[in-house]
């Protein structure tokens, strides 16, 4: 079972900000937070990922907690492309090989 | 482009028919895996391989189901006797060895069994 909850649905205007929120409050101390997301008839896209510290690149930034237990992606405009299925996952570090658990995500829909 | 690619991008078979699913990795990534994924869900994880050793196919739902990658790059996935629950978004993964590096994803072969 993925060790992650998420809303299941999520609106947003475009050019606005969208802020994607993640409960991960089992996670462990060796396991990095990993966003995907998967438009429509493609396959899932990497976003971003973290282990404590904040992050940011050209797609996104990933404010993570200082307890850890809950993360926040954000998209700082959003665009009518960003429409999709946005997956939080945590995954354990240097572990090779190691596959993803996908939950059910948050479906973005990003509006004119 | 160098990303991951699946072939073919849609397959429809007959109940009963044996199927074959084929996944040319990143140039270099070490690490493949098989995903399935089932309308309205998430990916979930089929089987793993490290160059041409099969490590983990704890994912395999049946032993219908069978994985290769005989040289250590392209793999196929096949299902033999294909039944009606098979259908799905079959995806395909690859990484490199590089420590934290994350997966990167084709765009799927999608299976109707009919």
């Known amino acids: 079972d993925a060790k992650t909850t998420q809303p299941t649905s999520m609106d947003c205007a475009e050019g606005r900000a969208a802020n994607l929120p993640c409960n991960h409050s089992t996670i462990s101390g060796n396991e990095y937070v990993y966003w995907y997301r998967q438009i429509h008839s493609q396959g899932p896209q990497y976003i971003i990922h973290g282990l404590k510290n904040n992050e940011t690149n050209e797609m996104a930034s990933l404010i993570i907690t200082e307890d850890r237990k809950s993360s926040t992606l954000i998209l700082p405009h959003a665009t009518l492309r960003d429409t999709a299925v946005y997956y939080c996952?945590?995954?354990?570090?240097?572990?090779?090989?190691?596959?993803?658990?996908f939950g059910k995500g948050t479906t973005l829909s990003v509006s004119s | 482009g160098a990303g991951v690619s699946q072939s073919p991008r849609y397959k429809v078979a007959k109940r009963g028919q044996d199927v074959a699913l084929r996944c040319d990795p990143i140039s270099g990534h070490v690490s493949l895996f098989w995903y399935q994924q089932a309308l309205g869900q998430g990916p979930e994880f089929l089987t793993y391989?490290?160059?041409?050793?099969?490590?983990?196919k704890s994912g395999l739902p049946s032993d219908r189901f069978f994985a290769e990658r005989p040289e250590g790059s392209v793999s196929t996935l096949k299902i033999q006797r294909t039944q009606q629950e098979d259908s799905a978004v079959y995806l395909c993964?690859?990484?490199?060895?590089?420590?934290?590096?994350?997966?990167?994803f084709g765009d799927g072969t999608r299976l109707s069994i009919l």
């Open positions: 996952i945590v995954s354990p570090v240097n572990q090779a090989g190691t596959a993803l658990i």
């Open positions: 391989f490290q160059n041409e050793a099969q490590l983990d």
């Open positions: 993964a690859s990484s490199s060895e590089v420590t934290n590096q994350p997966q990167h």
